[in-house]
């Protein structure tokens, strides 16, 4: 994303400013265990997507639902894109043209026509840690996780789901395929980096081996070859003293 920092500030400020409007609707958006939760209304007027930045870690790969209130756990999720990108696939400011607005609400209408074909039952984090509820971002993942599942493989995602589309899900630091949409992300994450330091170091090992083979052809077969030629010098000497 060209101007990483300007417009990082930029989605901080806005995220300071949506927050004040989810401190008053707090109170009434938490959802019973084992219920589904009902979305909650943030008082902004908007089809488009909001962006907001969390220090949650555990929140770092919450893919939110496309909806007036969604919202993104952490911005390095989105960072390595374009601001007309994140615009035009994320809908995270309204565009000021109406031409835009208009081709953007086209977008979105023939995105969300077809029903997402893969069945996901209602959940609620009823395991989320204590005090998570103050989070308006946390509220806001649980609202909405009962219109996410595991996507466990490419190819089946429907087009509404369809990652270069608009993205349901966020491509952070975890192994391609995977998508992770429950709490405890940070477990995938490890797992994921855990899988690429085991990938590392086969592919050290591989290089070690392959060097140890190099100086075994060369560089061992020349410290032999001197080896034999003490040998003979050492024989050479002790028979011509004989």
């Given amino acids: 994303m060209s101007g990483g920092r300007p417009i990082s500030r930029r989605i901080v400020i806005a995220s300071a400013i949506v927050a004040w409007s989810w401190l008053a609707a ?19 007027d908007t089809e488009f997507v909001a ?27 989105v960072r390595r894109y374009r601001r007309h990108q994140i615009a035009m696939i994320y809908g ?6 109406p031409t835009v607005r208009e081709r953007l609400r086209r977008r979105l209408a023939s995105l969300r026509s077809p029903q997402c074909r893969h069945s996901v039952p ?21 609202n909405f996780i009962a219109a996410y599942g595991m996507v466990d493989g490419h190819g089946r995602v429907c087009r509404e789901c369809e990652i270069l589309g608009i993205r349901r899900v966020f491509r952070c630091p975890v192994e391609p395929g995977t998508v992770v949409l429950y709490n405890d992300c940070l477990k995938q994450i490890e797992a994921a980096e855990r899988a690429t330091m085991n990938r590392q170091m086969a592919e050290l090992d591989g290089w ?20 034999k030629l003490q040998l003979e010098w050492l024989k050479f000497i002790t028979s011509s003293r004989r």
């Avoid at 995270?92 to 043209?97: F, L």
């Avoid at 209602?122 to 649980?142: K, M």
């Avoid at 070690?208 to 080896?227: N, P, V």
């Fill in 208 to 227: 070690t081996w392959q060097l140890r083979r190099t100086l075994h052809g060369s560089l061992y077969a020349d410290l032999e070859q001197r080896g």
């Fill in 92 to 97: 995270d400011v309204v565009p000021q043209a």
């Fill in 122 to 142: 209602p959940l609620v984090l009823v395991s989320a840690p204590a005090g998570s509820d103050r989070s308006s971002l946390g509220q806001t993942v649980r």
């Fill in 51 to 77: 962006i907001r930045t969390s220090p949650n870690r555990t929140l770092l790969c919450w893919a939110i639902k496309l909806s007036p209130t969604a919202f993104v756990a952490d911005a390095e999720c």
């Fill in 26 to 44: 707090l109170p009434s958006t938490c959802g019973a265990s084992g219920t589904k939760s009902r979305p909650v209304s943030t008082g902004i």
